[in-house]
């Protein structure tokens, strides 16, 4: 390997190293909002049940006594529109236009919200988190943030941000996602094969992309493969991966790819979690590892994989994080 690949790997490695602590440092954040507003009577509370979402407020907070204000609004609209009280199976937001209690469409939701867009924009408002909220089917505001994932807050944080850089964040026909789509596709293989030489398609790509598009290219595809290699095995992790899933993960790369893959994989099992992993950093295991450092978190990604996620690639897609600036 020469000196400029290893220091392409190593740069691509500290530089999604950070993106990962970043992501990580916001879901921690997140969770000690969801843990501190947590039964507090002065934000909007959500219960899961098996039969839905529930969601409640305290009547004297303020979000409360809009809320009801709100509801007792479309009520009235209810009772003017079809002359009777509403159902417990009636919609509470109702296709104005039918005749019979159905839902409001699709279709007319997203035309009101961009009238709101145009509306928010005369008034001075900016219209980029009423984009979002189309683009997305929710909205995340201060007093609602508790209410959603990590994922969701990020996803809804990131669409917001798109069109404020005066661009869709959810293209009409968007472009596939060609190397995390590679990436995936390789893992697969490795699955159904058992073969850990498929990992070197991707050091081959990004030594393509240095012949033809350059270093600075390559860097980037270095940095955005590692990045959601990273992203995948720490939201695993993160969403309950336990130390006998880690294990499981390893063991399965020791006995499918090799026992010397498998002690390969060891200097980075830490991400998920192994209770006997080395603890060394990324920094250290991209020197400890050299030609073999992105086929190796490719090695175990594709272990939880086959294991935790039963060798479904797509299993990982909940574990996508934002890989943007």
Do not use: C
Request: no cysteine.
């Amino acid at each position: 390997m020469s000196n400029k690949k290893s220091r392409r790997q190593r740069d691509a490695a500290r530089a999604r190293a950070a993106e990962v602590r970043r992501q990580e440092g916001f879901n921690e954040a997140h969770a000690r909002t969801v843990a501190e507003r947590h039964l507090d009577p002065r934000f909007v509370q959500r219960r899961r049940t098996d039969e839905g979402d529930e969601v409640s407020w305290h009547p004297d907070s303020q979000t409360g006594q809009g809320l009801q204000d709100a509801v007792q609004r479309q009520l009235e609209r209810f009772r003017e529109k079809f002359g009777r009280e509403p159902g417990p199976d009636d919609p509470l937001f109702f296709d104005p236009d039918a005749d019979e209690p159905r839902p409001m469409p699709e279709e007319r939701i997203t035309g009101m919200l961009g009238e709101m867009a145009v509306l928010a924009e005369q008034a001075g408002i900016d219209p980029a988190f009423v984009h979002a909220w189309r683009d997305l089917g929710y909205v995340v505001t201060e007093d609602t943030r508790h209410l959603f994932s990590a994922a969701e807050v990020q996803a809804f944080s990131d669409a917001v941000k798109a069109h404020q850089r005066g661009h869709r964040s959810q293209p009409e026909h968007p472009e596939p996602d060609a190397p995390l789509e590679s990436l995936r596709n390789v893992i697969s293989a490795i699955i159904d094969r058992h073969d850990p030489r498929i990992a070197m398609r991707v050091v081959l790509g990004i030594d393509r992309a240095a012949a033809t598009e350059g270093e600075e290219a390559a860097g980037l595809m270095a940095s955005l493969l590692f990045g959601a290699l990273a992203g995948w095995l720490s939201g695993a992790r993160e969403a309950g991966l336990s130390p006998n899933d880690a294990t499981a993960a390893v063991d399965w790369v020791r006995e499918s790819l090799g026992t010397a893959n498998g002690r390969k994989v060891m200097h980075i099992a830490g991400i998920i979690g192994h209770p006997s992993a080395s603890g060394a950093t990324v920094n250290e295991a991209a020197d400890q590892l050299g030609d073999d450092f992105l086929p190796t978190f490719i090695w175990l990604t594709a272990g939880v994989v086959a294991t935790a996620g039963k060798g479904d690639v797509h299993w990982l897609n909940q574990f996508d994080i934002s890989l943007g600036g």
